[in-house]
């Protein structure tokens, strides 16, 4: 090889090494390491037994705190009233991880799908890296109650990746939101 040959060599080695990660870096979003974040991800924990399917799942930053967004559809034939869940915020420069549990009061009919958006802000401190994971514990309709067992086990198992916990709902009779006078035949 000839110095002229190994300088070009050298040459298209540099440019490269200086091109590719300013090229590759172009299209991204550069996003702040110490501030709060004004929409957060979160994953969603499905549930097969339970009649409702949770989707599109984020926080989203408001003045008084985060606020969960999310698109909730109902596969009952009979309208849901509410819901129940437990959040897990991982913060990955931290092993310690918070749980929350929220409730929500809605009214969508059978078969119908909505956006949902609670009425109470969580107070949360969430920066980028944090990993939210959400499983709805309860789902409530006016004769029934869906109820996940052990549902901060099987958030914790699905966090550290083990998908072989799967969570598994139990349905009960909902005797605290039936309507007054009406009949139940035994």
């Known amino acids: 090889m000839t110095g002229a040959f190994r300088k070009a060599v050298a040459a298209f080695f ?12 172009a299209g991204q979003a ?14 969603v924990v499905q549930v097969l037994e339970q009649p409702v399917n949770l989707g599109e799942a984020v926080l989203a930053k408001t003045d008084y705190g985060y606020v969960l967004k999310c698109s909730i559809s109902n596969n009952l034939g009979t309208a849901i009233i509410g819901l129940d869940y437990v959040l897990l915020v991982i913060d990955p420069n931290n092993p310690k991880q918070a749980i929350l549990s929220g409730s929500e009061e809605f009214k969508l009919q059978g078969h119908a799908m909505k956006n949902l958006v609670s ?3 969580l107070v949360l401190n969430v920066s980028q890296g944090y990993r939210l994971i959400l499983i709805p514990r ?6 029934s109650i869906w109820e996940v067992q052990n ?25 605290v939101d039936t309507p007054v006078g009406a009949k139940v035949i035994y």
Do not use: H, W
């Not at 540099?14 to 870096?25: D, N």
């Open 14 to 25: 540099l440019m490269a090494a200086i091109l590719i990660p300013v090229f590759s870096a």
């Open 30 to 43: 550069k996003l702040p390491k110490s501030e709060n974040l004004q929409v957060v991800p979160i994953e």
């Open 119 to 121: 009425k109470t802000p």
């Open 138 to 143: 309860r789902v409530f309709d006016p004769d």
């Open 151 to 175: 549902a901060v086990d099987a958030l914790q198992a699905f966090a550290s990746g083990d998908y072989s916990v799967t969570p598994k709902a139990t349905r009960v009779t909902n005797l």
